[in-house]
């Protein structure tokens, strides 16, 4: 009897929990020493078409004065060069791992002033630095600007996107390498991108089973430590082996995203809610101006004047509660949602007020 008892408990067990999914182990975690790096600049762009800084950037005109400098070309103490064609713009790059000197980066150049537009621009060679001071690479090119801006003498003005940034493809070239200790370490630390402590252990089994027991070992939630081959070539050989493996991922908190800006809603595939009952009401006020002109009598000494008169109406949209059974889906709280002609702020609070009552296991995430 008990023996029965405990095979149907098992059998429960197994139909209550979640199908795993095999992914690739390196879409789970990131190597340590294997990263990009971030440089920065600052340069001027040249070549605009009246498009440049206005008088009121003085920095423009005195790295001008700088660079004329560099080349024998010396200005009198009060003057100042009224340039139109030229702007001062930051210049970053990302250096991808393993970079070295003579490979090229894509550059994004933006301005720093007051230009209009950057469209049409080249960037005169402008070095990269690291956040350890050093240059690790050197920046020149024509600026590719995907936006556009048109203004009128009146004033009025249309802007496409933006014109005061643009890519140059392959416009930095890396003169230095960025060093990394990944080969000269004795093991190969792994950092899951979200901590679980379910997708660490099972990191962990899957590892030792093809490579053998005690070759990974979890040192937290994050960070796994793997034993590796010291030699290059057999460190490369093995990482290669790390990338074909699949490892079946833990679970994953669902999450439901907010970008407040643009009034966007993401909710994630697993969110469910608890039994809950909502109603949701909007209180709006409405202020009417409606001015009226008053006339003095005839033959009074009196002014026309305008007297205003505002009006104020206080609405209140009235809902009915809507209730979600237990365990509720995706698919069950966005049709509810939709059949109230609900807008993306009414999912907001609706969603917000649900995850504070604990009625809904998800991670609220506000952009």
Same mark, same amino acid.
């Given at each position: 009897?008990?023996?029965?008892?405990?095979?149907? %408990?098992?059998?429960? %067990?197994?139909?209550?929990?979640?199908? #795993?999914?095999?992914?690739?182990?390196?879409?789970?975690?990131?190597?340590?020493?294997?990263?990009?790096? +971030?440089?920065?600049? *600052?340069?001027?762009?040249?070549?605009? &078409?009246?498009?440049?800084?206005?008088?009121?950037?003085?920095?423009?005109?005195?790295?001008?004065?700088?660079?004329?400098?560099?080349?024998?070309?010396?200005?009198? &103490? $009060?003057?100042?060069?009224?340039?139109?064609?030229?702007?001062?713009?930051?210049?970053?790059?990302?250096?991808?791992?393993?970079?070295?000197?003579? +490979?090229? /980066?894509?550059?994004?150049?933006?301005?720093?002033?007051? =230009?209009?537009? /950057?469209?049409?621009?080249?960037?005169?060679?402008?070095? %990269? *630095?690291?956040?350890?001071?050093?240059? *690790?690479?050197?920046?020149?090119?024509?600026?590719?600007?995907?936006?556009?801006? =048109?203004?009128?003498?009146?004033?009025?003005?249309? =802007?496409?996107?933006?014109? $005061? @940034?643009?890519?140059?493809?392959?416009?930095?070239?890396?003169?230095?390498?960025?060093?990394?200790?990944?080969?000269?370490?004795?093991?190969?630390?792994?950092? /899951?991108?979200?901590?679980?402590?379910?997708?660490?252990?099972?990191?962990?089994?899957?590892?030792?089973?093809?490579?053998?027991?005690?070759?990974?070992?979890?040192?937290?939630?994050?960070?796994?430590?793997?034993?590796?081959?010291? &030699?290059?070539? !057999?460190?490369?050989?093995?990482?290669?082996?790390?990338?074909?493996? &699949?490892?079946?991922?833990?679970?994953?908190?669902?999450?439901?995203?907010?970008?407040?800006?643009?009034?966007?809603?993401?909710?994630?595939?697993?969110?469910?809610?608890?039994?809950?009952?909502?109603?949701?009401?909007?209180?709006?006020?409405?202020?009417?101006?409606?001015? +009226?002109?008053? !006339?003095?009598?005839?033959?009074? !000494?009196?002014?026309?004047?305008?007297?205003?008169?505002?009006?104020? @109406?206080?609405?209140?949209?009235?809902?009915?509660?809507?209730?979600?059974?237990?365990?509720?889906?995706?698919?069950?709280? #966005?049709?509810?949602?939709?059949?109230?002609?609900?807008?993306?702020?009414?999912?907001?609070?609706?969603? !917000?007020?649900?995850?504070?009552?604990?009625?809904?296991? =998800?991670?609220?995430?506000?952009?």
């Amino acid at each position: 009897m008990a023996k029965s008892f405990r095979l149907a %408990l098992a059998v429960l %067990l197994l139909a209550w929990l979640p199908a #795993v999914r095999a992914v690739p182990l390196m879409d789970l975690v990131d190597v340590e020493g294997i990263r990009g790096n +971030q440089l920065i600049g *600052y340069g001027l762009v040249v070549g605009l &078409d009246g498009t440049g800084d206005r008088q009121q950037v003085h920095f423009t005109s005195q790295s001008v004065e700088n660079m004329l400098k560099q080349f024998g070309v010396n200005l009198p &103490d $009060n003057v100042n060069p009224k340039l139109r064609n030229v702007a001062a713009v930051s210049v970053t790059a990302t250096v991808p791992p393993a970079y070295g000197p003579g +490979q090229t /980066l894509d550059v994004t150049v933006a301005s720093l002033g007051d =230009a209009k537009s /950057l469209r049409g621009g080249t960037l005169l060679l402008t070095p %990269l *630095y690291g956040v350890d001071g050093e240059i *690790y690479a050197l920046a020149q090119g024509n600026v590719l600007v995907g936006g556009v801006r =048109a203004e009128g003498q009146s004033g009025s003005s249309v =802007a496409i996107n933006s014109a $005061n @940034a643009g890519i140059i493809p392959n416009g930095a070239t890396i003169e230095r390498a960025i060093p990394t200790d990944f080969t000269e370490r004795d093991d190969v630390v792994l950092s /899951l991108r979200q901590p679980s402590f379910q997708t660490a252990s099972r990191i962990v089994a899957a590892i030792d089973q093809t490579f053998g027991p005690g070759t990974a070992t979890a040192l937290n939630a994050t960070r796994i430590s793997v034993r590796a081959p010291v &030699d290059s070539n !057999q460190r490369i050989r093995f990482m290669a082996m790390l990338e074909e493996l &699949d490892v079946d991922e833990g679970r994953v908190r669902p999450r439901v995203v907010f970008n407040s800006r643009t009034g966007t809603v993401v909710v994630g595939q697993g969110v469910r809610v608890k039994a809950a009952a909502v109603a949701h009401g909007s209180l709006r006020v409405v202020i009417s101006e409606q001015p +009226q002109v008053s !006339q003095p009598e005839p033959f009074s !000494q009196g002014q026309t004047v305008v007297v205003p008169r505002s009006g104020v @109406a206080v609405e209140q949209d009235r809902s009915s509660m809507f209730a979600w059974p237990e365990g509720a889906s995706l698919e069950t709280i #966005v049709n509810t949602i939709n059949s109230l002609g609900a807008t993306p702020d009414d999912v907001m609070s609706i969603l !917000q007020a649900l995850e504070r009552a604990g009625a809904m296991n =998800a991670e609220l995430i506000v952009m």
